[in-house]
């Protein structure tokens, strides 16, 4: 039985350069419904929005997640051939286990099958040109899967973390593997290239380009120890990612390439060595060096515990112990001069570190979701705090600033146990967010050389209840714990756990956007008639509102208190002021 339906729909097509209207049509055919564009002939089938989504945005299916056991897909809806599988067409339809698709299909885009958890068949037509990014990423029970002749082009991560899986063939027509296409995949053993293929091959069960001058991926799931050939050049991003069963590795002196992202979460590799003749690489109890030990580039084996960074390094390159979940304390000698960005990423066992004396600034997502880090001593010499430095360490209690910091820029959002925290008085910018969600934090001051605050420095922070302002601050001050501009004129921000009832200054006469977002504990509230402008959120889920006095300006309750205005059960206004 068919049925179809139509609807016309904006959609913004992966395959063309340019927006375009198409008509977004369903058809149930065996019991499925799906979602499919029909033009110039060709069917496409879409995610149910009828929009192609891209990665890491929500993820909705063509056709129902609730769909379970086998699916055919017709070879024509809307009476034209199914040509294309759309972007995230099938993401998450997690009780789908077998697939086959029509000999019609050329293309699959961009995570069309990801996170299909239980999909232990899919059967691709000889046609098939494209594997897009990441087409079957986490299809974690793919046990094997037949890659056509007639692919050409295989995405970023298009087998990733596809855990059962034991080998690939790679046919003779493949021109592109983009990075970590097989990387994370547990149980692979082997990656095969066919011999008349001329751009890639395979040495031993491992990838490499067609003149074995690049290592592109190592299987994951392959067990023992693993000597790079000796003509090797250079290692591939993500090229020994998750790679399980290695134990231990050997560096030539023929690399002359490899990079941060070459190697990370191998959690059984106990050793790494690199050959003492290589030019540019020296590698110190795990960890990638250059030549002269004064740059470390990335940890290969993961550090057990604490790890102490060696004298004489002068450089920390970015990412270097992103997701190194076995650290638990670094301590740094003071010829540090530099830390890249993300050094320190999502190392979740961190508890403590010390940073280096000659160190000027923290960078960017340095200790990002290093969730146990609960202390960091910070030198003296420190200017600036870049931005989420310290976002959801959320065990970090105190934390003292050196004087010298001017900017902190976003850098403690997420921070929920931050009850302590030292704010020197030369700081003169607080950046967006920067103590967002710091729900323990009670009591925060402006000090006077504070010139600037970005959107939203303390929203969300649930206990506190008052901001200072040092009294010769020119440009901010506090009343009753309510921050304002110095003329109290503006009203920027109350503080997230005020508690009961508020009346807002006479002097007012703007409230700003966000001023009271997620002021939870606020049960009334009176805005004077001097109030002749209020932005757009600026009483965001201010759920326990009953009882509000109001402005002439107001003239839309449920604009003004979106989230709260069928709560207010008391409402007075106040006249216009002639």
């Given amino acids: 039985m068919i049925k179809s339906s139509c609807k016309c729909i904006g959609f913004i097509g992966t395959l063309l350069l340019t927006a375009s209207i198409v008509f977004a049509d369903t058809q149930t055919v065996d019991g499925v419904t799906y979602t499919y564009s029909a033009t110039s002939g060709v069917a496409r089938i879409l995610n149910s929005d009828g929009v192609i989504v891209s990665s890491g945005a929500i993820v909705y299916s063509a056709i129902s997640t609730n769909t379970a056991g086998e699916v055919v897909v017709p070879d024509r809806l809307g009476g034209c051939p199914v040509e294309i599988i759309g972007r995230s ?16 299909v050329t293309w699959i885009d961009d995570n069309a099958f990801a996170s299909c958890t239980n999909l232990t068949s899919l059967k691709m037509p000889d046609g098939v040109r494209v594997l897009g990014e990441g087409a079957f990423y986490r299809c974690r029970k793919l046990t094997a899967i037949a890659i056509p002749n007639s692919v050409s082009r295989i995405g970023y991560g298009a087998f990733s973390e596809c855990d059962g899986l034991t080998s690939i063939w790679i046919p003779k027509r493949v021109e592109f593997i983009k990075d970590y296409a097989f990387s994370g995949c547990r149980s692979l053993r082997r990656i095969d290239v066919d011999l008349d293929n001329p751009h890639f091959s395979s040495q031993d ?16 799931g392959r067990q023992g120890a693993y000597v790079i050939p000796e003509r090797t050049k250079s290692i591939d991003d993500g090229a020994f990612r998750s790679c399980v069963g290695l134990t231990a590795l050997i560096i030539p002196k023929s690399i002359r390439e490899m990079r941060y992202a070459s190697f990370g979460e191998c959690s059984n590799l106990l050793s790494a060595q690199i050959s003492p003749e290589n030019p540019n690489y020296s590698c110190r109890d795990g960890v990638l060096f250059n030549k002269d030990g ?34 638990t304390s670094v301590t740094f000698p003071n010829s540090v001069e530099k830390i890249g960005d993300s050094a320190f990423l999502g190392c979740s066992s961190l508890t403590f570190a010390k940073l280096p004396e000659r160190l000027s600034f923290l960078p960017w997502g340095l200790f990002y979701g290093c969730e146990n880090l609960t202390s960091v001593v910070m030198p003296k010499s420190l200017n600036r705090i870049s931005k989420s430095a310290f976002n959801n360490c959320y065990k970090l209690r105190g934390i003292v600033i050196p004087d010298d910091v001017m900017q902190i820029d976003g850098a403690f959002d997420g921070c929920l146990a931050l009850t302590n925290i030292s704010i020197p008085k030369g700081i003169t910018y607080f950046g967006r967010e920067t103590f967002n969600a710091c729900d323990s934090l009670t009591s925060i001051t402006i ?18 209840k008052e901001i200072i302002v040092d009294a010769d601050n020119p440009n901010y001050r506090s009343i009753d714990g309510v921050l304002f501009n110095k003329d109290a004129t503006c009203l920027l921000r109350c503080p997230s ?43 965001w889920c201010c759920y326990k509102i009953t009882s509000v006095t109001i402005p002439p300006c107001v003239t839309d309750l449920k604009l003004t208190f979106p989230n709260s205005y069928e709560t207010i059960t008391n409402v007075v206004r106040h006249a216009a002021i002639q």
Avoid: M
């Fill in 89 to 104: 067409a099938f993401a998450g339809c997690k009780k789908v286990t077998s697939i086959k698709l029509p000999e019609s």
């Fill in 447 to 464: 000090p006077a050389n504070v010139k600037r605050l970005g959107p939203r420095p303390f929203s969300t922070c649930r206990g506190l």
């Fill in 205 to 220: 069960g491992v990838l490499f380009d067609k003149a074995g001058l690049k290592l592109l991926a190592y299987p994951a």
């Fill in 497 to 539: 756990g005020r508690v009961g009832v508020y009346a807002v200054p006479a002097t007012v006469e703007t409230i700003e956007a966000d001023a009271f977002k997620e002021c939870w504990e606020l049960t009334s509230l009176s805005i004077p008639p001097s109030v002749t402008n209020i932005a757009a959120g600026a009483f």
């Fill in 294 to 327: 004064t740059t470390l580039i990335r940890y290969i084996v993961a550090p057990r515990g604490a790890y102490s960074i060696p004298d004489g390094t002068k450089i920390i390159e970015g990412r270097a112990f992103a997701q190194c979940g076995t650290l």
